[in-house]
């Protein structure tokens, strides 16, 4: 029964994964296309004095779209900054302890933080509110977008909480060190 949990889990986390990659890609892909669009802004304001008044507004709303959705993916490539003074140098147990506060830590403030964003939402979709530009974009479209890429992140760092709790209880170390032990600076490749 163990195993059968631990092999589902797995599969979710690896499909979680993948679809965390193609996120990643199509987020990518849209910010080349911003750079693009401004790059042709600034040359077409300089050279005809014609300027794409939604460039700056919309790519403003696609930075905080990157950033709220890039979260999980930089979860599962171990992108994010932890500072492992000590960590290396610690006894199995303690690094486990210690990734296991780390998952528990921002598990806890990316709720927090899905949970506050949504008021903002909320208040977007009652009140009408467009943005205050040319475009008078509803403002609800960019703040639901951005907060669903919290409630993502959200579910991800759930899925790998539980995932790390039953790889301990299991004793699968391979699980375990595979999504939440820190690679140190010599395994590193660069």
Avoid at 82 to 95: A, E, H, N, V
Avoid at 113 to 128: D, E, F, K
Wanted: charged letters at 15%.
């Amino acid at each position: 029964m163990l195993t059968l949990v631990n092999n589902l889990l797995e599969q979710v986390t690896r499909f979680t994964r993948s679809a965390s990659r193609v996120i990643a890609w199509v987020l990518g892909a849209l910010l080349l296309a911003t750079i693009a669009m401004i790059t042709l802004e600034v040359f077409t304001r300089k050279l005809f004095g014609v300027s794409f008044r939604f460039v700056h507004e919309y790519s403003g709303y696609l930075l905080a779209v990157l950033t709220s959705w890039g979260l999980a993916h930089a979860l599962f490539e171990k992108a994010h900054i932890r500072i492992d003074i000590g960590y290396q140098k610690s006894p199995d147990f303690l690094k486990r302890i210690m990734d296991m506060l780390a998952i528990l830590t921002l598990t806890t403030m990316t709720l927090l933080i899905t949970y506050y964003a949504y008021p903002v939402l909320a208040r977007s979709l009652r009140n009408g509110s467009l943005s205050n530009t040319v475009m008078s974009t509803p403002m609800w479209i960019p703040h639901a977008i951005w907060i669903s890429g919290y409630v993502w992140f959200s579910f991800v760092t759930l899925l790998l909480t539980i995932r790390a709790f039953f790889a301990i209880f299991v004793n699968d170390k391979a699980a375990f060190e595979r999504y939440f032990c820190p690679e140190s600076a010599e395994e590193i490749e660069y």
